[in-house]
T-cell receptor
Framework: GENVEQHPSTLSVQEGDSAVIKCTYS??????FPWYKQELGKRPQLIID?????GEKKDQRIAVTLNKTAKHFSLHITETQPEDSAVYFC???????????FGTGTRLTIIP | NAGVTQTPKFQVLKTGQSMTLQCAQD?????MSWYRQDPGMGLRLIHY???????DQGEVPNGYNVSRSTTEDFPLRLLSAAPSQTSVYFC?????????????FGPGTRLTVL
């Protein structure tokens, strides 16, 4: 089955700086890579996703890049703000079905 | 739409007790799943369903049962609770079965087994 590794487990950045979280996956057949944000005590919510037919996707201050050859994908948050503080999870699907395998999460703290 | 709902929000059980965690969605989603979330371990898939009458095991199915008699409901049963099942449980659903659909999560159930 799919295996997803996520780094770092914790990340602290100054407000206004950029944050980068990286994930690697094992199954070359995976074709969907979502990122979820989970605020304290809340449910995970999708913030951005990318499919294997594109290399980069951007939505305002967040972007995701995908390198299929190396089997890794990354989340980039620019101009970080206090409300970006949360736990972020990457995930990869199992090709042809909806099963998601999640990374172990990154706790991002924005320092005012 | 209420989206994905879960009950109860909190539950305390004694070892050996059984209970059912309820999950419902009103978005006519085909796919539903149950995850458990433990510190440092992310979200791990317990069971999932691709449609009414069809269920399958995920990564950590032992000690749990599911059924899917309707499209809307996907209850998770703990047969004989153990302290190792102390966790936060999330139900999720998505529109189809293509593998590229957003999964919507419920608010979670925090379960403590003493």
């Amino acid at each position: 089955g799919e295996n997803v590794e996520q780094h770092p487990s914790t990340l602290s950045v100054q407000e206004g700086d950029s944050a980068v979280i990286k994930c690697t996956y094992s199954d070359s057949a995976s074709n969907y890579f979502p990122w979820y944000k989970q605020e304290l005590g809340k449910r995970p919510q999708l913030i951005i996703d990318i499919r294997s037919n594109v290399g980069e996707k951007k939505d305002q201050r967040i972007a995701v890049t995908l390198n299929k050859t190396a089997k890794h994908f990354s989340l980039h948050i620019t101009e970080t703000q206090p409300e970006d503080s949360a736990v972020y999870f990457c995930a990869a699907n199992n090709f042809g079905n909806e099963k998601l395998t999640f990374g172990t999460g990154t706790r991002l703290t924005i320092i005012p | 739409n209420a989206g994905v709902t879960q009950t109860p929000k909190f539950q305390v059980l004694k070892t050996g007790q059984s209970m059912t965690l309820q999950c419902a969605q009103d978005m006519n989603h085909e796919y539903m799943s149950w995850y458990r979330q433990d510190p440092g371990m992310g979200l791990r898939l317990i069971h999932y369903s691709v449609g009414a009458g069809i269920t399958d095991q995920g990564e950590v199915p032992n000690g749990y049962n599911v059924s899917r008699s309707t499209t809307e409901d996907f209850p998770l049963r703990l047969l004989s609770a153990a302290p190792s099942q102390t966790s936060v449980y999330f139900c999720a659903s998505s529109l189809g079965t293509s593998g590229t659909n957003e999964q919507f999560f419920g608010p979670g159930t925090r379960l403590t087994v003493l």
